[in-house]
């Protein structure tokens, strides 16, 4: 696979794409099946990815990444992908990026489809008298992994809007989670969609150490959208959590898309509008959030996605 120089720097070093042998499904694309590339195979958007492939079948071929910014990067780069899973603020990263190296890379990103928006979590020690957001100064905070996970392009975002001084622990969900039971840390950000079956799911010895803290800067609204994770939504929560939500969309690459890339995704479309009652059934709770309106997009609609949704 070639990448151009520009990109292989682009977004600060973020993860590239990997090549494939002959015999990989992914080795090219097809005018009939769609390659998707959604994330770790334990995350919400690997969920998604694989309620599609359910109902689709044999012509989804699903690509596991290693998060959001790599799904960024393999929109980019990889030319055998045909749609992907993508955060709202990592692509205004990318389009940053654009602007400072006076590329135009993200702009053939195109939305196909919105998800509604992923909860951004910030969890604390019970015990460490960290009560909100504000709490974080000079403390450890497990902020995801840097050219990887979305997570880590959502808290950058937050603490340069915010300006709180934390100290950044770049670090994987899992590892943090660890980290912050040991001691290790004092808080860490998880962007997803709630209730993250990780947090769901956890042994009543474990979610008895942690809280879920607010997140109430109004600033934070020019990029996110307001939300509240309510009581209930885990075992151990036991409070309304006022936070914000990032945007998720599938997304797809038009640099070189043909007359039957167009046609292809038009009918994958028109699938899920057709059959979005199974979806919301059967699949992923990021299914009750499709809006056909796109009302509340702030990323370019694909042309397909305007015809197929009768959008102006």
């Given amino acids: 696979m070639k990448v151009k120089i520009a990109v292989l720097l682009m977004m600060c070093l973020w993860v590239t794409g990997t090549s494939f042998g002959q015999n990989d499904p992914f080795a090219q694309k097809s005018d009939t099946n769609i390659v998707i590339v959604s994330g770790t195979e ?5 969920a998604i990815a694989n309620d599609i492939k359910k109902f689709f079948g044999p012509k ?50 195109k939305v ?3 998800l509604g928006g992923e909860e951004i979590h910030l969890i604390a020690a019970a015990n460490g008298g960290i009560m909100s957001i504000s709490d974080l100064a000079g403390k450890k905070v497990g902020v995801g992994v840097p050219d990887k996970e979305g997570t880590n392009v959502t808290a950058g975002l937050i603490k340069s809007v915010t300006g709180i001084p934390w100290i ?13 039971i040991k001691g290790e840390i004092d808080a860490l950000f998880f962007v997803g969609y709630a209730p993250v ?33 309510p009581a209930g939504t885990y075992p151990w929560l036991f409070y309304d959590v006022q936070t914000f939500a990032v945007r998720s969309y599938i997304a797809t ?13 038009e ?9 979005i009652d199974w979806f919301k059934k059967n699949g992923h709770p ?3 959030h499709v809006d056909f309106t796109f009302k509340d997009t702030k990323w370019e609609i694909h042309p397909v996605a305007k015809k197929v949704f009768n959008l102006k």
Avoid: C
Avoid at 219 to 224: E, T, V
């Fill in 286 to 288: 990021a299914w009750q």
């Fill in 42 to 46: 334990v995350g919400s958007y690997y």
């Fill in 197 to 229: 079956n990780k947090l769901k799911d956890m042994l009543p010895t474990f979610s008895q150490l942690i809280r879920l803290l607010p997140i109430k800067d109004e600033r934070l609204g020019q990029f996110h959208i307001k939300k509240t994770i």
């Fill in 112 to 114: 196909l489809l919105t």
């Fill in 168 to 180: 950044d622990v770049n670090i994987s969900f899992d590892s943090a989670f660890v980290a912050l």
């Fill in 253 to 265: 690459n038009v640099k070189n898309e043909s007359p039957a890339d167009s046609e292809k995704l």
């Fill in 60 to 109: 989804i071929f699903i690509k596991p990444s290693l998060g959001a910014v790599n799904n960024y990067d393999l929109l980019i780069n990889d030319q055998t992908v045909d749609i992907g899973l993508i955060q709202y603020d990592v692509l205004l990263k990318g389009k940053n990026f654009d602007y400072q190296n006076k590329t135009k890379v993200s702009e053939n990103l």
């Fill in 267 to 275: 009918n994958f479309l028109e699938s899920i509008k057709d059959n």
